[in-house]
């Protein structure tokens, strides 16, 4: 079926370019100058994408990229920005934009550009390819998770998934990526803790043979590896500062320059990043970049704890015993352990539940768990550790998490505080944080008088 592109720019010697190159590729194209002129368009008949200016005669790239967000949200939209412009580019990511390309044109990353937004699966196509999905549980917090990534797994933004430890951070980016247009092609985690600064920028962007002691032959990096997929990094507040200025770059330019290389490799790649870190006390802390945060975090998803939806704990429960049976361990789950389950706090999240059941399932005996088995917190006491863990968690007397977690943190630096007489830098070093990061803090919670 013949595809037809939409292109709104008031420069003839740019729609003509964009005509020239969607027919290179077998596209048909209409070509109009103003928003008005798109609008009319779009309500007489359909397009495969949409292609626009920021810059028009009677408006901006912005106006439309809304309009057709609200009227046609199926269409991906791109714009075209002026070189340097990153704010603006941002700001139609933000609104939904599909992508964005810089003035002068770069044909290479237009048709890129044009082939994914092209790919984009439909709602169909996207039932089909999943098996089963990737992140489970019916509360109001999962459906409103699943929702999101529906949403932005139809954009090119960079993404930030925020969230505890074993939320299911790294499920969530690979349920985007299996709903994008880029399923097909590579997704490439990594461990931004896990690698040594002195091979992390090998690791990111390749090197060539004897380039450094031990580089043996060429190697390919991570964004190279994974160019028309998407690079998933985790734990990046982990990145040490000259490799953020790097990683910015490589961002900025999509282009990467090899270990040892005189030559930069094109690339294209989406990312998504994570950390179970809050990124915006890491830059006001001074351990991350302020410009980096706002290229990585345009699009952000916070994966909720599972005390937030503890009617997940059940139904996640029963999923997990239902894989350990595939996988031939016959279990089943006594009343009174489902029971001390659902009251258990989980500081570790799905990943502890998961984990606490696996552990249990080679403990018990004849095939049936007890509460004992459980060793919730690594305590045996069975029903004892059920009494305790109740009074922890009761979501229904917290009015706002953010408000109760606050007053919690407000009490912890108070008290180190009057036991370091008033001393910021004791203090800061009992706490095992900066001097900076204690004054920030001090600020935020009102203090610091």
């Known amino acids: 079926m013949n595809k037809t592109v939409l292109i709104v720019d008031d420069e003839l010697d740019l729609r003509e370019l964009l005509k020239l190159t969607l027919a290179k590729m077998s596209i048909s194209a209409i070509a109009v100058e103003t928003v008005k002129e798109a609008k009319s368009e779009l309500k007489q008949q359909s397009f495969d994408l949409c292609l626009t200016d920021m810059r028009l005669p009677d408006g901006s790239g912005l106006d439309l990229v809304a309009y057709v967000q609200k009227h046609h949200p199926q269409l991906p939209i791109a714009v075209l920005t002026a070189y340097g412009n990153v704010e603006l580019a941002v700001e139609s990511l933000k609104l939904g934009a599909f992508d964005f390309l810089s003035k002068p044109v770069n044909l290479s990353r237009l048709r890129n550009l044009i082939g994914n937004a092209l790919s984009l699966p439909d709602a ?79 690791e990111f962007f390749g090197h060539l043979k004897g380039s450094f002691t031990g580089a043996i032959e060429d190697k390919m990096g991570l964004f190279q ?111 009174s352990a489902l029971d001390a389950l659902r009251y258990y706090n989980f500081p570790g999240n799905v990943r502890e539940l998961e984990n606490i059941l696996e552990r249990a399932a080679t403990l018990c005996e004849k095939n049936r768990i007890e509460v004992t088995d459980l060793k919730l917190n690594g305590d ?22 953010d408000d109760h977690l606050e007053e919690i943190e407000k009490k912890i630096l108070l008290d180190t505080l009057e036991r370091s007489r008033w001393n910021k830098t004791a203090a800061a070093k009992k706490l095992g944080i900066s001097f900076r990061s204690i004054r920030y803090r001090l600020q935020k919670l009102g203090l610091d008088d």
């Open 124 to 202: 169909a196509h996207i039932e089909s390819m999943i098996d089963e999905p990737l992140l489970l549980g019916e509360s109001q917090h999962m459906q409103n998770i699943r929702q999101q990534i529906t949403k932005v797994a139809r954009s090119q933004a960079p993404m930030h998934i925020s969230g505890e430890s074993g939320t299911g951070k790294e499920l969530a980016a690979r349920s985007i990526h299996q709903q994008s247009a880029r399923a097909k092609n590579l997704f490439a985690p990594v461990n931004c803790g896990a690698i040594p600064s002195n091979l992390m920028e090998s």
């Open 225 to 335: 590896a994974a160019s028309g997929g998407t690079l998933f990094l985790d734990e990046v507040a982990d990145l040490p500062l000259d490799m953020q200025v790097k990683l910015l770059r490589a961002i900025q330019e999509k282009r990467v320059r090899p270990v040892g290389s005189e030559s930069e490799v094109e690339v294209d790649v989406r990312l998504i990043s994570a950390t179970h870190k809050n990124l915006q006390d890491a830059v006001m802390e001074g351990s991350f970049r302020s410009d980096l945060f706002y290229r990585l975090n345009v699009i952000d998803i916070h994966m909720p704890s599972l005390r937030q939806r503890p009617e997940d704990i059940e139904p996640l429960t029963k999923e997990f015993l239902k894989h350990l049976r595939s996988n031939g361990k016959a279990v089943e789950l006594s009343n």
């Open 380 to 401: 045996s006491s069975g029903q004892e550790q059920s009494k305790i863990a109740r009074p922890e968690r009761q979501p229904a007397e917290i009015n706002s998490l």
